[in-house]
């Protein structure tokens, strides 16, 4: 791994606080510490239990220094309440050794029991400075326990026998200093991982909601009063509810609830399939129990069985696309000879008229089977889309042009477009097979109806999207609503003579263009809208 040639600045390098929190605590237990024992000395010496229970070396030094200790110590407790600079709590452990040597040696040394506060204050030091700084604190306490005892013993021949306690306390000192380290150091390693985990699952969290967003199949957690505890957006979507969280179920999806006793009842039945309001798909719950702080909650998953149909229905179409490709001549072949003969035998001139009408009727479906056999196979043989940036109310314009010259007198094509330009990116082809069928259908239906047919083409934006929207709609019977869940699947026909193929490629179609094909309910005729993608996301 590349090492860096940065050098870190000595009062960052020697200053250590695994968080600013706990940094604050810290200097707080050491304001509190130092304020204790500048209270226990100045009541030691208001008390004048010094002179009895120490043998003093300066008794008015270690008085005024008792007082200076604590005043300097109240001071510097309001003064310094942030730990932000290395450098002031190097200053601030160094004025604490400092004064408690001079204490040290006015009690008279190693008999004063005093040495002790050196190695806590410097224990203290250590766990908020690190390094060097720590190190020097200690070596600071060390030497002062050692030059002090020396010095005492120039005037008081019995301390001479205290330097192996006084190198016994230094060594302490730098023993504290050492663990105090190595502690901190582990804490810091300690608290680094532990926000390393913390950000691992915050990130972890946030990805399981994002999964959980954009998942299709719709995900419930109830708690065993079947209040919802969690829901994501695919579940209310699916069971038509705008807020689900911390509502009941019962009160919003009775059929979901019924599905759920009947599991509670019997784990091993499968939920029988439900549709939550009107139009809305066919779910397949299932439910999971989930154990969650002590409780029994419920997980639910809710699958689309329509997606799942619609997909299982284009593995069966694409198999049977293949089959028919393989064949087509087999079926093709056999059907253009019947057909040819049928032909000509209605050429004879000696047929009676039934046996013509048989000839007809041989005709008619042979064509029709030829019909199906054609569509089939531009479903197995259909191309890749070339999208391209079409203009689409000038595209309209040619093409209703272009129909209105094929069409027949008693059928009109009527056009109405916003103005401005309104473009999109799209197979020209594939498009033009779109409209035409549709616009096709409409004519057909409204011409059973009135003596004229019609169709309305009708271009717009769509004001919540700003996605360019064709409706095609027509003024025949309509859709009757027991046929709409069937609309776009294939070989369904409301015609004994269509092969309901027509929607299903049109849709297919469509999606290979990124554009959309749905039907939207209106009285007085069916209605069909394309929502066509946006010229800049489209391919």
């Given at each position: 791994m590349p090492t860096s040639n940065r050098t870190i600045p000595l009062d960052r390098a020697d200053f250590w606080s695994p968080s600013a929190e706990q940094g604050q605590r810290i200097l707080r237990l050491y304001h509190?510490?130092?304020?204790?024992?500048?209270?226990?000395?100045?009541?030691?010496?208001?008390?004048?239990?010094?002179?009895?229970?120490?043998?003093?070396?300066?008794?008015?030094l270690f008085r005024y220094g008792s007082w200076a200790y604590l005043a300097t110590n109240v001071v510097l407790g309001v003064l310094l309440q942030q730990a932000n600079r290395p450098l002031q709590l190097f200053g601030l452990a160094l004025f604490d050794v400092s004064l408690l040597s001079a204490l040290f040696y006015a009690a008279g040394g190693i008999p004063s029991g005093l040495a002790p506060l050196l190695v806590i204050s410097v224990a203290i030091a250590n766990s908020i400075l690190r390094g060097r700084l720590g190190l020097l604190i200690a070596a600071l306490a060390s030497s002062g326990l050692i030059y002090l005892t020396f010095y005492l013993s120039l005037s008081r021949p019995a301390a001479t026998a205290q330097y192996v306690q006084a190198g016994a306390l230094g060594t302490?000192?730098?023993?504290?200093?050492?663990?105090?380290?190595?502690?901190?150091?582990?804490?810091?390693?300690?608290?680094?991982l532990a926000r390393r985990h913390a950000a691992d699952v915050a990130d972890l969290q946030a990805l399981n909601a994002l999964?959980?967003?954009?998942?299709?199949?719709?995900?419930?957690?109830?708690?065993?009063?079947?209040?919802?505890?969690?829901?994501?957006?695919?579940?209310?979507?699916?069971?038509?509810?705008?807020?689900?969280?911390?509502q009941r179920l019962d009160a919003h999806c009775p059929a979901l609830l019924?599905?759920?006793?009947?599991?509670?009842?019997n784990p091993a039945l499968r939920p029988q399939s439900l549709q939550a309001f009107a139009e809305g798909p066919v779910l397949q719950p299932s439910f999971v129990p989930l154990r969650r702080k002590g409780e029994r909650d419920i997980l639910v998953f809710l699958e689309d069985v329509s997606q799942i149909a619609q997909q299982a229905q284009q593995l069966k179409l694409a198999s049977l696309g293949r089959l028919t490709a393989g064949i087509a001549h087999e079926i093709r072949n056999p059907l253009g000879a019947i057909s040819h003969a049928a032909q000509l035998l209605q050429e004879a001139e000696d047929l009676s008229a039934p046996d013509r009408r048989l000839t007809q009727i041989i005709l008619d479906h042979s064509r029709r089977m030829n019909l199906v056999v054609e569509n089939v196979l531009q479903l197995s043989r259909r191309r890749q889309a070339e999208p391209q940036l079409l203009?689409?109310?000038?595209?309209?314009?040619?093409?209703?042009?272009?129909?209105?010259?094929?069409?027949?007198?008693?059928?009109?094509?009527?056009?109405?477009?916003?103005?401005?330009?309104?473009?999109?990116?799209?197979?020209?082809q594939q498009l033009t097979q779109i409209l035409t069928n549709l616009v096709q259908n409409g004519l057909r239906h409204s011409a059973r109806k009135h003596d004229k047919g019609q169709v309305w083409l009708q271009l717009f934006r769509d004001g919540a999207t700003?996605?360019?929207?064709?409706?095609?709609?027509?003024?025949?019977?309509?859709?009757?609503?027991?046929?709409?869940?069937?609309?776009?699947?294939?070989?369904?026909?409301?015609?004994?003579?269509?092969?309901?193929?027509?929607?299903?490629?049109?849709?297919?179609?469509?999606?290979?263009?990124?554009?959309?094909?749905?039907?939207?309910?209106?009285?007085?005729?069916?209605?069909?809208r394309i929502t066509f993608a946006h010229p800049k996301t489209a391919s």
């Open positions: 509190l510490y130092r304020l204790s024992v500048g209270l226990a000395l100045v009541l030691l010496v208001t008390s004048n239990m010094h002179r009895e229970l120490l043998d003093m070396a300066d008794p008015q302490l000192c730098f023993a504290a200093a050492l663990i105090i380290q190595a502690l901190g150091r582990r804490l810091q390693q300690s608290e680094t999964i959980l967003q954009r998942m299709r199949t719709g995900i419930l957690v109830l708690d065993p009063q079947l209040r919802v505890l969690l829901a994501n957006p695919s579940s209310q979507t699916l069971l038509g509810q705008s807020q689900l969280v911390t019924e599905r759920l006793q009947q599991w509670q009842e203009d689409l109310r000038y595209w309209l314009h040619r093409f209703a042009g272009e129909l209105r010259e094929t069409q027949r007198g008693d059928s009109a094509v009527n056009l109405q477009c916003v103005s401005g330009s309104i473009q999109t990116r799209m197979d020209p700003q996605l360019p929207v064709l409706e095609i709609s027509d003024d025949g019977d309509g859709i009757p609503a027991d046929q709409l869940g069937n609309l776009f699947e294939p070989f369904f026909s409301t015609e004994n003579k269509g092969t309901g193929l027509g929607l299903y490629i049109s849709r297919e179609l469509c999606e290979s263009n990124r554009a959309r094909l749905d039907h939207v309910p209106r009285e007085g005729g069916a209605c069909f």
